[in-house]
């Protein structure tokens, strides 16, 4: 908006200004001089102040503590009107004696605020505004924004960066790209996973011929959307319906499906299904599969970072061979509990690093400790976790040994030698040194090539 530009008055204000010459027409002020609460014919209520309807004679309107606009009623709708006190009582007369002025207006505009009445302040700002186009109090109060001499409102000084609205939010036009694409991917996966569920459910108890109809038209999926609503009704299901999904999952193109196999075979607890899943996998030919069990085995969970290993060694992964090595023996903390004689063996409770544990006093109900920071969008939460106090007994894992009782909680490290990261290291490499890491990690800086140079031929006459 150009400097100087008038802003046009709201249409509620409008309504307000229409009624001064009413209210000093000779109506006397003591008549509306109270708040009113408004008793509706047929049930209902409305709290505000009533005044007449300046454009018709058998209406009135109700001006409201919150709300740009009064209420308009027909005169045998109100049943009953009890007076009450309240800011508006003071704000009608008030409104009867401002000028349509700048000043004026802005003034009132500031009462309304310190009376909490900030939807009638609002509209004296920007009937302000109206006035005198460069009241910067005004522009302020309503969150206008000078830029290069002009006053802009959020919507218009948003828009004049370049940025669009999503959803009733301010985003670049990248951000806006994702998020469209983000909702359709959403919806098409609420489509295919009530799709897959009725597919399944006739699967497991229709009759034959409509359960080979249900596989049928499973193994026709070839939609990438499809991806994470087959994982998620069959992720968790059956051994032979496992193998189904890795079946499907291998039918699909794309690097949804590459990455949900990889998936399905860490998270898999039977080895024939991960085998079955990992040759699947294997024929998809895709150069970076290996690149995802790598990554895995940064993961925390002992049983991942075997799983990842097993496949690398499968897939004859000769880059892998440091990052093996790395986590060829791992280390886990574990809370151990205090115990009391007679009962069960004491579990052994996973800690984050630093995380100390508290115990209850020694009381015999339990261990509270603090759990690590779970973090999702816009928002990391903490909290704390409850163990048990049992009788004494072999913990479980590698801990030899029971706590004395009475004996304070502590956390304990635990080590891991991980029977298949050294066989994959065995396998790519072909040397045997194994657990002592310090002779492997030798050998990966003395001797280690993954990808040797053939030796220099000489020319054939």
């Known amino acids: 908006m150009a400097a100087g530009q008038r802003r046009p008055i709201g249409g509620g204000l409008a309504c307000l200004l229409g009624l001064y010459w009413f209210l000093c027409g000779g109506i006397g002020a003591s008549a509306r001089a109270r708040a009113d609460l408004i008793e509706l014919r047929g049930g209902g209520q409305v709290q505000g102040k009533v005044i007449p309807d300046p454009k018709n004679k058998d209406r009135v309107q109700v001006l409201l503590m919150r709300g740009r606009h009064p209420l308009s009623f027909r005169k045998d709708?109100?049943?009953?009107?009890?007076?009450?006190?309240?800011?508006?009582?003071?704000?009608?007369?008030?409104?009867?004696?401002?000028?349509?002025?700048?000043?004026?207006?802005?003034?009132?505009?500031?009462?309304?605020?310190?009376?909490?009445?900030?939807?009638?302040?609002?509209?004296?700002?920007?009937?302000?505004?109206?006035?005198?186009?460069?009241?910067?109090?005004a522009h302020k109060k309503l969150g206008h924004v000078q830029s290069q001499g002009t006053w802009l409102t959020r919507d218009e000084l948003s828009a004049a960066q370049g940025l669009v609205k999503?959803?009733?939010?301010?985003?670049?036009?990248?951000?806006?790209?994702?998020?469209?694409?983000?909702?359709?991917?959403?919806?098409?996966?609420?489509?295919?996973?009530?799709?897959?569920?009725?597919?399944?459910?006739?699967?497991?108890?229709?009759?034959?011929?409509?359960?080979?109809?249900?596989?049928?038209?499973?193994?026709a999926i070839r939609d990438p959307d499809a991806v994470v609503p087959l994982v998620r009704v069959f992720g968790q299901d059956d051994?032979?319906?496992?193998?189904?999904?890795?079946?499907?999952?291998?039918?699909?193109?794309?690097?949804?499906?590459?990455?949900?196999?990889?998936?399905?075979?860490?998270?898999?607890?039977?080895?024939?299904?991960?085998?079955?899943?990992?040759e699947h996998l294997k024929q998809r030919d895709d150069a970076g599969v290996a690149n995802r069990f790598i990554r895995a085995l940064g993961r925390e969970d002992v049983k991942v970072v075997n799983r990842a290993a097993w496949a690398l060694g499968n897939l004859n992964a000769v880059d892998s061979v440091p990052q093996l090595v790395a986590v060829l023996v791992t280390y886990e903390d574990r809370i151990v509990v205090p115990q009391i004689f007679g009962g069960p063996p004491a579990p052994v409770t996973p800690t984050g690093p630093g995380i100390v544990p508290r115990a209850i006093a020694n009381n015999g109900y339990g261990l509270v400790y603090s759990t690590p920071p779970a973090v999702s969008n816009g928002a990391v939460g903490m909290g704390l976790g409850g163990v048990p106090v049992v009788s004494p007994g072999v913990l479980g894992g590698n801990y030899v040994g029971a706590p004395k009782p009475q004996e304070d909680a502590h956390v304990e490290t635990f080590t891991y030698r991980n029977v298949e990261v050294l066989s994959a290291l065995q396998k790519l490499t072909g040397q045997d040194f194994g657990y002592n890491v310090d002779s492997w990690k030798n050998w990966v800086t003395r001797s280690y090539n993954p990808h040797p140079r053939p030796s220099r031929r000489v020319p054939q006459p």
Request: aromatic fraction near 6%; include cysteine; charged fraction near 30%.
């Open 239 to 278: 051994a032979p319906r496992r193998i189904l999904l890795a079946l499907v999952l291998s039918t699909i193109g794309g690097n949804e499906a590459t990455a949900a196999l990889v998936q399905r075979i860490l998270d898999e607890p039977d080895a024939e299904v991960r085998s079955i899943t990992f």
């Open 77 to 137: 709708q109100i049943a009953r009107v009890v007076p009450q006190a309240s800011p508006l009582d003071e704000y009608v007369n008030r409104l009867r004696k401002a000028a349509d002025t700048a000043d004026a207006q802005f003034g009132l505009g500031e009462w309304c605020d310190r009376n909490k009445l900030p939807d009638l302040a609002r509209q004296h700002y920007e009937r302000t505004v109206a006035l005198d186009a460069d009241h910067e109090g």
């Open 166 to 219: 999503y959803r009733g939010r301010w985003v670049t036009g990248e951000q806006k790209t994702k998020r469209e694409a983000a909702d359709r991917l959403s919806a098409a996966q609420g489509s295919w996973l009530r799709r897959i569920r009725i597919l399944r459910t006739a699967i497991v108890n229709g009759p034959a011929d409509r359960r080979r109809e249900a596989e049928s038209q499973l193994m």
